[in-house]
Nanobody
């Protein structure tokens, strides 16, 4: 069974940073494309960033200067580093896995349950 678990969310002040983690069991993350998505209150889920299979990163243009992704293969974990956070970044953040394509799509194959990030003073 494939399970993705996100962690690292919480309350942070505007301008602060957070690092989210996505740890997998039942599958090797490094063999697939892994994406981070978010869903803000009252809004549709949107893609944030994608770590492609075989390398390469796809960014949401508006977040490129503040968000980045990395991985630790030994821990089977992918990280989302978020800097200079703004109130509009408040959302539930999900990691997801794509097993067929080398890149992320809106129809990912596996999803975590999400972790809440709240940016507020």
């Amino acid at each position: 069974e494939v399970v993705l678990v996100e962690s690292g969310g919480g309350l942070v002040q505007p301008g602060g940073s957070l690092r989210l983690s996505c740890t997998a069991s039942g599958i090797t993350l490094n063999d697939h494309a892994v994406g981070w998505f978010r869903e803000a209150p009252g809004k549709e889920r949107e893609g944030v960033i994608c770590l492609r299979r075989y390398g390469g990163i796809d960014y949401k243009d508006s977040l490129k200067d503040r968000f980045t992704v990395s991985s630790d293969n030994a821990k089977n974990t992918v990280y989302l580093q978020m800097n200079d956070l703004k109130p509009e970044d408040t959302a539930v953040y999900y990691c997801a896995l794509q097993t067929y394509y080398d890149y992320c799509t809106s129809a990912m194959d596996y999803w975590g349950k999400g972790t809440l990030v709240t940016v507020s003073s």
